[in-house]
């Protein structure tokens, strides 16, 4: 069996905006790395990322640079430089055998969070992200990757998509929210009718995506428990009480790196308030229902994909859900608090079918992404 790992990451470095990549008119905004006495940090428009504390913290893996890579928190992770950074391929194909990965996609790191609130910058340094790992991932037929784009700025979101598709992406990373829009808002539409026009799997990924939800956090531990998974949900609501799977019924959306342990009460809750709502919502004045079918019935249309954690206890009840074609296997290597070895905890859970445990390592994923 190919084993398929459908998320994984780089951590950025200074090449990822070098001059090969980054468009000239935003080089005087080129992230920057940092350091204070105790830590290391990207510098974009004067902000510092990661935030450990204070309003809007997160965190995020810390880029390396000359003289100060003794300030990364590398020493956390089994990977080598060369690996997180994606510096020497080999390097991460060789991480990869020690867990039995054949197939890698990879994900970015410092993306995960919100790096301006300005589109058009935002949009530069996709584009630089995007030009940087299709050309250092060209050719390898076991390291495939994601776009990502700043849907803050629809119009430069689809040109994305497009530059993705044609360097070698296999599918689009967003967050939950474009900031407080939804991702059925119509000026969003650009880029939906993209990813459908160029078949490219839409992954909706754990993100601090959400300003006003991030400022109400101002310690690390919170702040990976709402702000960071929440965007996830929202989007789920979004993507299947909008009707835009109908609106585009070729499209593939997952949701990543959030378990799959809400699933049971969200699609509950969603199916309950869609007939409320069939039932009360015109005379109340409320808006009309924008999908034609109930939510549930999306969820299980085999176009919806979860990718839960391998130590979930409610795996069995969320594949009696879903199904077990629609489930996706990750390792988030190299980030600092995966489960190493997460194939092989997978293979040994009794209440798992084989069958269940053979899709979820690796024939939804090869669906997901049309490898």
């Known amino acids: 069996m190919v084993v398929v790992d459908a998320d994984a990451h780089v951590e950025e470095w200074a090449a990822t905006f070098s001059d090969k990549y980054l468009d000239p008119a935003f080089r005087a905004r080129r992230p920057e790395v940092v350091a204070t006495e105790q ?5 974009i428009d004067s902000q510092l990322f990661p935030r450990f504390t204070g309003p809007g913290a997160h965190s995020l893996g810390t880029p390396t640079g000359a003289g100060l890579d003794r300030f990364t928190y590398s020493s956390l992770k089994a990977e080598s430089v060369e690996s997180l950074e994606l510096r020497d391929p080999a390097a991460r194909l060789a991480d990869m055998d020690r867990e039995g990965l054949d197939v890698q996609v990879i994900y970015p790191t410092l993306f995960l969070a919100r790096l301006s609130e300005d589109p058009a910058l935002a949009t530069a340094l996709c584009a630089s992200y995007n030009r940087w790992l299709g050309d250092v991932l060209a050719g390898q037929e076991r390291l495939k990757w994601v776009g990502v784009v700043a849907l803050d700025d629809p119009a430069g979101a689809a040109r994305e998509v497009r530059q993705a598709k044609a360097l070698g992406a296999v599918g689009i990373m967003i967050p939950g929210t474009a900031n407080t829009r939804m991702l059925n808002h119509p000026a969003l539409l650009p880029f939906w009718e ?3 026009a160029q078949d490219l799997a839409v992954a909706i990924h754990v993100a601090w995506s959400c300003a006003p939800l991030n400022q109400m956090f101002d310690q690390l531990y919170y702040a990976t428990l709402i702000p960071f998974v929440f965007p996830v949900l ?23 790196e959030a ?11 969603m199916d309950h308030r869609y007939a409320f709502v069939q039932r009360v919502g015109g ?17 299980r249309s085999g176009r919806v994909y979860v990718s839960g954690e ?19 296997f990750a390792s988030d290597m190299p980030h600092a608090d995966r489960e190493p070895f997460a194939t092989r905890e997978l293979e040994a859970r009794a209440d798992v079918p ?14 997901f992404y049309g490898l």
């Open 39 to 43: 830590r290391v940090h990207w510098l």
């Open 234 to 256: 929202m989007g789920f609501i979004t993507v299947l009480g909008s009707g835009l799977l109908d609106r585009f019924p070729t499209l593939r959306v997952g949701f990543f």
């Open 283 to 299: 005379g109340a004045g409320a808006a009309a229902l924008e999908a034609p079918r109930p939510p549930g019935e999306y969820l």
């Open 354 to 367: 084989a069958s269940a445990k053979r899709k979820i390592l690796g024939d939804n994923p090869r669906r």
């Open 194 to 196: 993209e990813c459908a």
């Open 259 to 269: 378990s799959c342990q809400w699933l049971h009460f969200l699609i509950d809750r």
């Open 310 to 328: 391998v130590e979930d206890a409610l795996l069995p009840q969320a594949l009696e859900l879903l199904g077990e074609d629609q489930f996706l």
